[in-house]
Every structure is written in structure tokens, then in C-alpha cells.
């Protein structure tokens, strides 16, 4: 596909010539063969091109989907109209891009993406309501958006989610009320050979909507993370039907790090509070005691424990950092997500770029602008 068709797909009108130079670049370097595991030439990043405007990229974020195929990307420009980007890396084809719409949901297990059109608002709080954040507030109109079809985004959506299957054999099963939003409300885990009709967990009457966060390590527990009526809560189920609640109020960022992540050694999860606190959940024990600096953003986990960015540096707290090439700080960054096959992506925004590489690459950026 050319890079005009794929530009085109949108159905609607194309970017303004000065924000097309972005995903064009992007595109080419993509085609040209860099990749999630690929590093780029021993010069430095593996191409370049010019962006009129540095301060285009108002509100941002970014995400994996589909278990580390796609990138997801949101952009909204100055003008307040959003953009939705997704970027193949198996094909390494130019990028579908989906003008006026959010991105307020990605299943990350699947490559399906819950969008909103924009209003024509631009409100703040409406262009800075992105998935990951655990605001759900009810669309007049959700489409939905399966990268794995190659489709434009459809209204014609289903009240769930793809089902999550853990590695203990126990499938979550996420069900969506479409007039409370793109978030699951409801949770069925059942067996995945089908022998029995499974369980469906009794949630706190204060949850209404929840972002699911996983299998724990065993499949002994699936994760969820909720902002009820009582604030933010981790919240852990088992398919018997037990629940373990955090005291702690996790930190939710939208587009920039995960809610919560599970250690690699124990059915235990770490995360961040509201107030700067490092807390874990679960009834594993961990190996070590790790304790993250106030503003830290948990993105993953690795064998020596959680993956915190943090100041410029994704690390492991208290160790030394993980990432051999250094992410720009808080103010720079709109957007950054870390898969365990796929390596970090990070979307920048002065100047604007995306760079997508394993951990251990020192040269991960596949596009750069020049400020």
C-alpha cells in the first residue's frame, strides 16, 4: 500500500502539508526496515527529516497493542483536532492514521483500539481523556478499531473486550456497557478448555468501569485497576472469586507508563501512589523490596524487578538504569510504553519523534525531527 493510500483511509480530509512530514518520515525509516530488535546505523538514529512546528503536539500517548505488533499513537495539534496513529511492526508499513478521534481504550492483549470522535471541543479535559488513565466517561459514540483487519474504524461495536487467556489455564472474559464507556465493567474468568461455566467476580459496588492489567506470573490472579467512587484502587481476582484490594491510590498517566506491573518472580504487583509512595500487592513474595523515586512511572517488568522511567532513565529502583539509550524527561515526553518482546516506544514532543527499540539498543530512535 502507498503511503497516500494508507493516508487516505481516514475518510477524511488529509493532515495539513505541514504535519504530514512527521508521519511520512516515519513511515519510510519504517520501510526501510527498522524494527522492534533491529539497531539503527552506527552514525546515530536511523534517519531524519524536518517538522515546521515543534509545538504542534499539544496532548499525547502511546501504546501497545496486540501483545507487541502495533504501536498506538495520539497526537492532537495545536488547532485542538486529534489525530489516532497506528503503526504495523510486522509489516513496517506506512501508518493508518484516523483524524478527529481519541484513542480512550487499547486492549494490549489484541489489536483492537477504542476511539471517540472529537466533538470539535478541544476542550482540555476532553483532549487529555486518554486510555490509560482510568476516566471513563460515557461517549455519545464509541467506534472501534481492530488493526488486525485492516478496517477503518467501525460503530458497529461489541459490549466486550477480545478474552484475555492466562498461563494457568483460566481465560478472563472483560464485558463493556457501552453507555458507560469503552472500559469493562463486568469480569468472568472461566476455564479456557470450557470444563466448567467459570466465575463471574463480585466487584466492589463503588467500581464502574476498570482497566485490565493482566495475569499475574502463576495465572492464579488477574489485575485490574479501577477509579470508583472511592478513588483510585488496585484490585486483584481470583478465579474462586477472592479479591485482594490496595490501600495505596495507584498514580494513573494516561499514554505514559502503566497503572500497575507484575514482578517477574512472585504473584506480586508494584506500583506508584498518588502521593510518590512505592507499594506492592499480592500474595507473592518478592525477592527484593524495591522503592521508587516520588514522579517514577512503573512501565514494565524485567528479571531484576520493576521498570520505572524516571528523570531521563528507565530503570530498576535502586539499581542501575536499564535502558542503554537515555528517554528525555517529563516535560519532552507525551508518551511511553514498554512491551517484553517489543522494547520501549517513546513519542517526544519537541522536537517530534517516535523511537521504538529493545532496551538493550543503544541507538532505539527509528525517526527524529530536527528542532
Given at each position: ?42 552514525e546515530g538514529a536511523s534517519g ?171 495465572g492464579e490472579w488477574f489485575a ?148
Amino acid at each position: 500500500m502507498t503511503e497516500s493510500a494508507a493516508l487516505s483511509r481516514a475518510r477524511r480530509r488529509p493532515w495539513p502539508l505541514r504535519r504530514v512530514a512527521p508521519v511520512a518520515a516515519l513511515a519510510g525509516l519504517l520501510a526501510l526496515g527498522m524494527a522492534p530488535g533491529c539497531a539503527a546505523n552506527e552514525e546515530g538514529a536511523s534517519g531524519r527529516a524536518d517538522y515546521v512546528d515543534d509545538s504542534e503536539a499539544r496532548y499525547g500517548g502511546v501504546w501497545w497493542a496486540g501483545d507487541g505488533a502495533f504501536v498506538v499513537a495520539q497526537l492532537t495539534a495545536a488547532d485542538g483536532v486529534p489525530h489516532a496513529l497506528a503503526f504495523d511492526m510486522r509489516s513496517r508499513g506506512a501508518p493508518d492514521v484516523q483524524e478527529g478521534k481519541r484513542v480512550v481504550a487499547v486492549e494490549p492483549h489484541s489489536p483492537r483500539v477504542w476511539l471517540v470522535p472529537d466533538e470539535g471541543g478541544g476542550s482540555v479535559e476532553d483532549l487529555s481523556d486518554l486510555a490509560g488513565d482510568l476516566r471513563d466517561s460515557p461517549p455519545r459514540r464509541l467506534l472501534m478499531w481492530d488493526l488486525g483487519a485492516g478496517d477503518d474504524p467501525t460503530d458497529d461495536v461489541e459490549s466486550r473486550w477480545r478474552p484475555w487467556p492466562g498461563p494457568g489455564g483460566t481465560t478472563a472474559f472483560l464485558e463493556v456497557d457501552v453507555l458507560k464507556g469503552a472500559l469493562p465493567s463486568r469480569l468472568l474468568l472461566q476455564p479456557s478448555d470450557g470444563s466448567t461455566e467459570g466465575t463471574r467476580v463480585a466487584l466492589p459496588e463503588a467500581v464502574t468501569t476498570f482497566e485490565p492489567l493482566g495475569w499475574s506470573p502463576s495465572g492464579e490472579w488477574f489485575a485490574l485497576a479501577s477509579a470508583g467512587s472511592d478513588g483510585p484502587r488496585l484490585l486483584l481476582c481470583s478465579p474462586e472469586g477472592g479479591i485482594i484490594a490496595s490501600g495505596g491510590r495507584p498514580a494513573a498517566k494516561g499514554g505514559r507508563g502503566t497503572i500497575a506491573v507484575w514482578l517477574q518472580d512472585a504473584d506480586t504487583m508494584f506500583y506508584v501512589a498518588e502521593d510518590g509512595s512505592s507499594g506492592t500487592l499480592g500474595p507473592g513474595e518478592p525477592d527484593d523490596v524495591f522503592t521508587a523515586s516520588p514522579g517514577a512511572l512503573p512501565l514494565g517488568s524485567v528479571p531484576a524487578g520493576p521498570l520505572v522511567w524516571h528523570l531521563g532513565a528507565v530503570a530498576v529502583p535502586g539499581r542501575e538504569r536499564v535502558a542503554s539509550a537515555p528517554v528525555a524527561g517529563l516535560a519532552e515526553v507525551l508518551g511511553i510504553a514498554y512491551h517484553p518482546r517489543a522494547g520501549l516506544a517513546v513519542l517526544e514532543g519537541a522536537p517530534l519523534r517516535l523511537t521504538v527499540g529493545p532496551l538493550e539498543d543503544e541507538r532505539t530512535r527509528i525517526w527524529e525531527a530536527d528542532g
